[in-house]
């Protein structure tokens, strides 16, 4: 397979050279990242919850807390994701 190497930019740092392909950047907002992370450890603590006994009985109920917490923490990022999401669309509506 042949390279076009004319259409790329080409960069040179110290002795190496680097290939910029000309582009767009994906459009992440990092809802969806957020959204998957948060029912994750949701998904987590349901799980630990019939093992409440086994886990107090050797002292590691912060697992079923730790999840407790990430899904509290992740509910926190969605919506500062989900935020910032909208004021990025209405900026560039207007």
Known sequence: MERDDELAEKREIGTRTYLIADVEPL?????????????????????????????????????????????????????YCRRRRAAHEASQAG
């Open 27 to 79: 459009d992440v907002d990092g809802v969806r990242t957020v959204a998957v992370g948060t029912a994750l450890w949701f998904i987590a603590f349901v799980a630990l919850l019939p093992f409440y006994g086994p886990l107090a009985d050797h002292g590691r109920t912060w697992w079923l807390w730790t999840c407790l917490a990430g899904f509290g923490l992740g509910l926190c990022g969605y919506e």
